[in-house]
């Protein structure tokens, strides 16, 4: 099972930036996809991002325009560019590996966002 360390989360005032770093324990070039998951105070964990091995992104719809998901084969790490930031966006940042049938495989441990207003 792919051991997933995620880094970057932080206290930033809202309009700003932050950018999220997953690294694996194994080579995730194989992997099928990667992505981001977030838990928001009060809802349900909520898939915000998404990269297949073939470089195909997907985002939720509260964040498009916002959030850029990028991948490094190389360096087994996936990476989460959060801009324009914003209260509702405080939450658990987790670092997932995404199985063929979109089932999540592993879990990374979270990082915290806090968007202060």
């Known amino acids: 099972q792919a051991q997933l360390v995620e880094s970057g989360g932080g206290l930033v005032q809202a309009g700003g930036s932050l950018r999220l770093s997953c690294s694996a324990s194994?080579?995730?070039?194989?992997?099928?996809?990667m992505g981001w998951y977030r838990q928001v105070p009060g809802k349900q964990r909520e898939l915000v991002a998404k990269?297949?091995?073939?470089?195909?992104?997907n985002y939720a719809d509260s964040v498009k325009g916002r959030f850029t998901i990028s991948r490094d084969n190389a360096k087994k790490a996936v990476y989460l560019q959060i801009n324009s930031l914003k209260p509702e966006d405080t939450g658990v940042y987790y670092c997932?590996?995404?199985?063929?049938?979109?089932?999540?495989?592993?879990w990374g441990q979270g990082t915290q966002v806090t968007v202060s207003s």
């Open positions: 194994e080579r995730i070039f194989s992997i099928n996809a």
């Open positions: 997932v590996k995404i199985g063929w049938s979109d089932e999540v495989l592993s």
């Open positions: 990269i297949t091995r073939g470089g195909t992104t």
